[in-house]
C-alpha cells in the first residue's frame, strides 16, 4: 500500500515556474513507476509525465520541454518542475503511482492556476 501526497500547487503568472512534490509512503518506492497527471474543469484526465521504475521518461506533448520529472528514491519523493507555464496548464494535478502487478494509488491532487 502505497500513500501519496502532492504539494506545491498554487497561482502563478503566465511564463513562470512552479514545482510539484508528491511524498510517497508505505512500501518500496523503487518498485513503483511515478507519474503525473492533470485534470482542468471539463477535461479528461491527461498524463503529463511519468517515470518508470528505471529511470525512463515520458511527457505529454503540451509539455515537452517545459515540464521535467524527476526521482528521489531515498526521499521517497517525485517531483514535477513546471517551467514556461501557460494558462492551458491550469488543472488540478495528480501523483500517480504503479506497481508492476497492476495496482495505481493517487494522490489527492493539488491545483495550479496559471492566471495574469
Known amino acids: 500500500q502505497v500513500q501519496l501526497v502532492e504539494s506545491g500547487g498554487g497561482l502563478v503568472q503566465p511564463g513562470g515556474s512552479l514545482r510539484l512534490s508528491c511524498a510517497a509512503s508505505?512500501?518500496?518506492?523503487?518498485?513503483?513507476?511515478m507519474g503525473w497527471y492533470r485534470q482542468a474543469p471539463g477535461k479528461q484526465r491527461e498524463l503529463v509525465a511519468a517515470?518508470?521504475?528505471?529511470?525512463?521518461?515520458n511527457y505529454a506533448d503540451s509539455v515537452k520541454g517545459r515540464f521535467t520529472i524527476s526521482r528521489d528514491n531515498a526521499k521517497n519523493t517525485v517531483l514535477l518542475q513546471m517551467n514556461s507555464l501557460k494558462p492551458e496548464d491550469t488543472a488540478v494535478y495528480y501523483c500517480?503511482?504503479?506497481?508492476?502487478?497492476?495496482?495505481?494509488?493517487w494522490g489527492k491532487g493539488t491545483l495550479v492556476t496559471v492566471a495574469s
Open positions: 500517480n503511482a504503479r506497481h508492476s502487478l497492476g495496482v495505481d494509488y
Open positions: 508505505g512500501s518500496i518506492f523503487s518498485r513503483f513507476a
Open positions: 517515470m518508470s521504475s528505471g529511470g525512463s521518461t
